[in-house]
């Protein structure tokens, strides 16, 4: 089973601000990569798959990036609507489909 | 739009067997899969299993696999997920969401409450 561990576990970031969220593979992934964002009493929403392409209907603030082992989450320019716990989950070796522990992204 | 309509929370004791349903609309339910994730109090999500609507082939997460079941029924575009010998540790929020690979569209997510 690939583990995924994400860091850090918290983030404090200024709305405004560039939140930078990583993500890492316990063997390569390839780019079968996704992040999801998720907030409190609610389900998960896609932001990104492929490693880098954005879901239907997320902002361009959003951007994935990496490849193997190594992924990053960045958004560009913090929005209230922003503070979520954000996963990532790998989908190149199944079963199962694993998940990061969640980075809890908070405002400063 | 692509919607994903799950069943309501759920009481059990432990022992039990719990059936939860996940309604799909807005797409052709045989062109995708059903995947099912489950996030215990506080936890990480933790995937479950998929099937192959089309087929109903299923893949299993080895943790669950003899206990959980997934099946489908395609003219209702239903998808189900039953977990058996329920223990407190089954206790969760369990989510379906459509996708071959990825989780594309989540459904609501159903509270089961595994309880003496």
């Known amino acids: 089973e690939i583990v995924m561990t994400q860091s850090p576990a918290t983030l404090s970031v200024s709305p405004g601000e560039r939140a930078t969220l990583s993500c890492r593979a316990s063997?390569?992934?390839?780019?079968?990569l996704a992040w999801y964002q998720q907030k409190p009493g609610q389900a998960p929403r896609l932001l990104i798959y492929?490693?880098?392409i954005r879901a239907t209907g997320i902002p361009a603030r959003f951007s994935g990036s990496g490849s193997g082992t190594e992924f990053t989450l960045t958004i560009s320019s913090l929005q209230s609507e922003d503070f979520a716990v954000y996963y990532c989950?790998?989908?190149?070796?199944?079963?199962?489909?694993?998940f990061g522990q969640g980075t809890q992204l908070e405002i400063k | 739009q692509v919607q994903l309509v799950q069943s309501g929370a759920e009481v059990k004791k432990p022992g039990a067997s719990v059936k939860v349903s996940c309604k799909a609309s807005?797409?052709?339910?045989?062109?995708?899969?059903v995947h099912w994730v489950r996030q215990a109090p506080g936890q990480r999500l933790e995937w479950m299993g998929w099937?192959?609507?089309?087929?109903?082939?299923?893949k299993y997460s080895q943790k669950f696999e003899g206990r959980f079941t997934i099946t489908r029924d395609t003219p209702a575009s239903i998808a189900y997920m039953e977990l058996s010998s329920l223990t407190s540790e089954d206790t969760a929020v369990y989510f379906c969401?459509?996708?071959?690979?990825?989780?594309?569209?989540w459904g609501q997510g159903s509270l089961v409450t595994v309880s003496s």
């Open positions: 969401a459509t996708g071959v690979r990825y989780c594309a569209t």
């Open positions: 807005g797409y052709t339910f045989t062109s995708s899969g």
């Open positions: 099937i192959n609507a089309a087929n109903g082939n299923a």
């Open positions: 063997q390569t992934v390839s780019n079968n």
């Open positions: 492929g490693a880098s």
């Open positions: 989950q790998q989908y190149n070796n199944w079963p199962p489909y694993t």
